[in-house]
């Protein structure tokens, strides 16, 4: 019997806040440790939280965005613990009444086919601190500036049954927020993780197995490298009798398993309770209505619009949705680009990628304006330049800056297309090759594609290919006969 892969993940987003969820120091990522804690961050006797109200406004634009319903009356709980890098001994957190709840995201399976995967919640919590191990000697330093950063733990339904459906989800699920611009997506800097449940179960049954929770999964890599093994260990443990226990476990990256970290706890461990120092959250439906009313084009309707508007192949349309910054971009150039928005999206995939990730610069950084792209794209397809040519005036245009019809007018490279001149340089090119012509025609038919060669040659790549062929093959023919 076949075995079934039972995943749920819980998101770990970082609300894209300028200050913390209840205080006001500085979200700003790699500061000097603890220059970024305030008393309220340091959980220090008699300080007062105070809630941040743009934390409360993403969630929202969050839960709209997937269809899910909005709390009214949503209530901070205080989730109980110890661990050095939690200073108060608890987390502030929600439990019972969470802002969120429902909806669902659409996620793309690798054979292109759609799957619907439903959310359980999502609520608001604040991030711990961090444990540093490096230079300390037999000690371990806390860092607090992350303690306290807005997070929106978004947690699925487990409906996901294998790693690359997880991987799917995950990365749907960091695109949505990239749109919404309330997430900067950043999974090295820890802006975007995950835990992932793991249970299997043989595939006719009807209950789920028992978990495992897989913790901080920072990359995609790591999230289907540790769910692979996961599943693996799992039917393993049961093929040879054994059972699997509801643990917690960490993977570890260098030796690419999975390790049991510790019991796994259950909620009443935690001893939830609501946290006196913090209002109920009031939601009017109003607020709702007008965020609903607000909301920009989401990627699922993007890609579609870019598909239908400007005829996209879905896998070009795929690769310029994935980032709201790329398909900006994209947008802008194509409008320029009069009526020739897949030879645009071929450059903005192709030169224009290659160029900005060998400077590792964000597409927004870009030397290249999106219009001026544009209109390149546009010279290509009137004919004032070969595809070969439109690629040095695209390097000029990345070092200099300059509009491409400068460069192309400074650089003397506009294509020549007058049939007379091609023709006079067709005729040189056969006088200065008797023996090649004598080849071609005894039947060695790629020589045509050496005489094309050496006519863009002699036009020093401006003349038009096509119009190069043409004339080469008349003037050919007509020798012939
Ligand atoms: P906790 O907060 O204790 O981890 P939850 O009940 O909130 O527990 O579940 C967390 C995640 O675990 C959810 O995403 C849920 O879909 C997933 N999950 C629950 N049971 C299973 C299971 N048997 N197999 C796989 N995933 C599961
Ligand atoms: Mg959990």
Redesign the pocket.
């Known amino acids: 019997m076949e075995w079934e892969a039972?995943?749920?993940?819980?998101i770990h987003a970082q609300l894209a806040t300028a200050s913390k969820i209840f205080s006001a120091s500085s979200t700003a990522y790699g500061a000097e440790p603890n220059t970024q804690a305030s008393a309220v961050d340091l959980g220090l006797p008699g300080v007062l939280p105070v809630l941040n109200e743009k934390a409360v406004e993403m969630a929202v634009l969050f839960g709209v965005a997937v269809g899910a319903k909005i709390s009214n009356l949503s209530i901070f709980a205080r989730k109980n613990y110890f661990y050095p890098d939690l200073p108060k001994g608890y987390q502030i957190s929600q439990y019972e009444e969470p802002i969120v709840t429902g909806g669902c995201i659409e996620i793309q399976l690798q054979n292109g086919e759609l799957k619907v995967i439903n959310l359980?919640r999502a609520h608001l919590e604040e991030d711990a601190g961090k444990s540093i191990h490096e230079g300390f000697d037999s000690s371990t330093g806390i860092d607090l500036n992350r303690a306290g950063t807005p997070l929106l733990e978004i947690?699925?339904?487990?409906q996901m049954h294998s790693a690359a459906e997880a991987v799917a989800y995950m990365r749907a699920m960091r695109r949505l927020l990239r749109y919404l611009e309330i997430c900067d997506g950043n999974m090295q800097e820890g802006s975007f993780r995950c835990?992932a449940?793991?249970?299997v179960r043989k595939s006719n049954d009807s209950t789920?197995?028992?978990?495992t929770?897989i913790k901080n999964l920072n990359s995609f890599r790591f999230v289907e490298h540790a769910i692979q093994f996961e599943i693996d260990r799992q039917i393993e443990i049961i093929e040879s009798g054994g059972d699997i226990k509801q643990e917690t476990m960490l993977y570890d990256a260098d030796q690419q398993e999975t390790r049991a970290m510790r019991g796994?706890e259950?909620?009443h461990d935690y001893r939830y309770f609501p946290d006196p120092d913090l209002l109920p959250i009031k939601i009017s439906d109003e607020y709702i209505r007008t965020t609903a009313a607000a909301l920009p084009e989401l990627p699922v309707q993007k890609r579609k619009r870019f598909v239908e508007e400007f005829q996209l192949a879905s896998r070009d349309a795929d690769v310029l949705c994935e980032d709201p910054a790329v398909a900006n971009y994209f947008e802008a150039a194509a409008v320029e680009s009069m009526g020739n928005a897949r030879l645009c999206a071929n450059w903005v995939t192709g030169a224009l990628f290659a160029a900005i990730n060998a400077a590792n610069l964000d597409i927004e950084a870009s030397p290249i304006a999106p219009k001026a792209l544009g209109i390149l794209v546009s010279r290509i397809a009137d004919d004032t330049i070969s595809g070969k040519i439109a690629k040095q005036i695209f390097e000029a245009m990345w070092k200099t800056g300059l509009h491409p019809d400068e460069l192309i007018v400074e650089k003397g490279l506009q294509q020549v297309t007058d049939d007379s001149i091609i023709a006079g340089l067709v005729d040189q090119v056969l006088r200065d090759n008797p023996d090649q012509i004598e080849q071609y025609r005894a039947g060695k038919s790629k020589i045509f594609g050496f005489l094309v060669g050496q006519v863009m040659k002699l036009s020093n790549g401006k003349a038009s290919p096509k119009q190069v062929n043409d004339i080469l093959k008349k003037c050919l023919n007509s020798e012939v006969n």
């Open positions: 039972v995943i749920g993940l819980e359980t947690v699925s339904e487990p835990d449940n793991v249970s789920l197995g028992t978990r929770e796994k259950d909620a």
